[in-house]
């Protein structure tokens, strides 16, 4: 039954258990199914997890022979069924794929979540390569390194120096509003781009070459996918990356910190009246972002082995934020496919037109002339995005619950109620067509 | 002075930006496009079609030229109501968020400008402004230490002529008024009788108008276009608008002013590379002391 609670409770509490809401009889009835119900929650990672190992399997086949020696001898001359995944140039947007698919997410907290407009968040992905190329073995000459240590190693650092850069940029910029904001992100973003273009120590335009690739010891029987230097040994890296930050960010959304941050991106003033620490949190939200990109960031640098200030073009942070708005704000999912489209779509197009022009327009320089136009059909069509947030009507709906209005069965009309209400309709409509 | 004529183009072009977001709250990045259209618009009407490509001279020199400056302004003017019209208008029938804006008008910039890339309008590289004054002359061979050309010199007056112009227009003008009430107020100007649709569609006929005289005067000065010509200019300006406080008329073209001469004094002072880091860092220097930038955001004078 919806309880009198105030806004100030709903914030503060944890978050509600499902038997909480239901009635009595109803809980004692369907305990058992409801908790399977929130279980499936955590069997949603476990699909998604094996969704994505089949990716490495349609690349592979022979790799099942590995895990399964029974399938061992009729695995072992499997081609692979989709010749595209096999190398080159496809699996290259694969890769690239799902490092965008960790900084959709990453903004997605950023953005969707706490509602901060951020344009400049490649910045920290680019912080976070440069971390991981300052220390560890990378070619050339030995002014790029600080320390020379395992790529493994410089994981924390890149993450941590980009929580750091979070944490500088949000201080000074909180009191600034949405449009304020965004501007001073970008120009942050230029800030440290041009910066590195300038400097010494990043070897400016000409960027870092020869970074040493994490080497995470895979056995030698897993084929291409032991290959340090093969695309196909990323997806170990990728793949639970994605997962854990998916995982991490699910978990946000439904804390504390979550609903605090719904409550700042839905009236700062009023959050801020209620008790919500606005500036911790939006300072929070920064530092969860830019950690994810952390994460990006040092997959990139081992993945491409050369970074340089051209990789982290100011577009990029535009194209990242179409990503999550398009996909959806605030949504996990949407973010994912956001990533996906924006990423993948424009090659898509560039494979599917093979050359042609149509009538004088080549698909391939204008790929993202065609992105561009499907950016504005989908925000005219779906203003929320592809995967626009179920999370919105919960929040309305629990916030109803939360200003203590109780849903009464008696204040519904009545059946009589009803009729004489379209009763009195049809007449007015008679009435107008006379 | 060469800052000052940066600041001057960048103040026409923040003016776009910054009476939209004044009226809608939007940031209007496809604003860059429009300005790139006058420039575009300009290159073909002249280059390829009426085919005056070399310097002319005397009374036709004032006829040419303000007929290059009123074609860009007025294509500029078209495509800024087209894109009003076919991206923004239905935006605002739904109710969309802000965001949906901010990104429809990513989408609607980039649309345009690769469509510009194709080999059927400009193509790849950079084609060559027809050069109908003459880049070489100068009113002054010693103004303050620089060599003012013609161009520089028209691009001042220019400019200068259009600010004034548009302060008047807001500030004593009925539709002026009617844009002022917009941004104070959507639902309360409605209720007063303000055609709303029509003066947001104002808004940016004379923003993209003022946007497609900069393109112009940037070709001239430049002496070339390129498919993404707008993207920096753009960009700038728009920092420019933000600095003099945004959906604020004189803030833009204060803003726009600054941030020239910020840029040229750092690029002689440090040196060019770095002018883009200073620049910015001044812009986030004064967000931190004063929120709302130099001018407030008020948008009447």
Known sequence: MATKRDLRTYLNEAYPKTSDRLPDGVVNAFNGPYRAYYAIGYWRYLVAALLMATIPILMEPSILGDFFPALEDSVADLESPIPYLTGGFGIRVLVMTGIWILLALGLSVVVGMAGLLDLGYVAFFMLGAYTTAFMTESGGADQFHFVVWPNVAALPFAILVCILAGVALGIPTLRLRGDYLAIVTLGFHEIVRQSANNLTITNGSRGIPGIERPDLGLPESWGEFAVLSSHNYWFFLLIPAIILAVIMIRHLEDSRVGRYWTAIREDEVAAAAMGVPVVKMKVLAFAIGASTSGVAGWIFAGYATFISPNNFPLLYSILILCAVVIGGLGSISGAVVGAMLVQGLPEVVREASGGRTVFGFDPETGRIAVFGFLLVVVMIFRPGGLFAPKRRRIELSEASAAEGVIIDESAQPSQDEIEFASSVHEASQQKEGD | ???????????????????????????????????????????????????????????????????????????????????????????????????????????????????????????????????????????????????????????????????????????????????????????????????????????????????????????????????????????????AAVLGGIGNIRGAMIGGLALGLIEHLSSVCIGSEWKNVIAFSVLVLVLVFKPTGIMGERMGG
């Open chain 2, 1 to 239: 002075m060469t800052g000052l004529i940066l600041g001057f183009l960048y103040a026409l072009i923040a003016l776009g930006y910054t009476m939209v977001y004044g009226v809608l709250k939007l940031i209007n990045f496809a604003h860059d496009v429009i300005f790139a259209t006058g420039g575009i618009a300009v290159f073909y009407a002249f280059g390829l079609w009426f085919g005056i490509t070399e310097p002319v001279t005397g009374p036709e020199l004032a006829l040419v030229v303000t007929a290059a400056l009123l074609i860009g302004g007025v294509v500029s003017s078209g495509a800024a109501a087209a894109l009003e019209r076919l991206a923004y208008r239905p935006l605002r029938r739904r109710n969309a968020a802000r965001l949906s804006y901010l990104i429809t008008a990513i989408g609607a910039s980039f649309f345009m400008t690769y469509m510009y890339q194709q080999d059927f309008l400009l193509g790849t590289g950079k084609r060559s402004f027809p050069n109908f004054m003459d880049r070489q002359s100068a009113v002054a061979e010693d103004f303050l230490g620089t060599r003012v050309t013609d161009i520089m010199f028209l691009l001042v007056i220019t400019s200068i002529v259009c600010l004034v112009i548009l302060d008047r227009f807001i500030n004593q003008t009925r539709t002026g008024r009617s844009i002022r009430a917009l941004s104070e107020d959507i639902t309360a100007a409605q209720l007063m009788g303000v055609n709303v649709d029509r003066v947001i569609v104002t808004t940016f006929v004379v923003g993209g108008f003022f946007a497609g005289v900069a393109g112009v005067l940037y070709g001239m000065r430049f002496g070339n276009v390129v498919f993404n010509m707008g993207f920096i200019p753009g960009l700038k300006a728009f920092t």
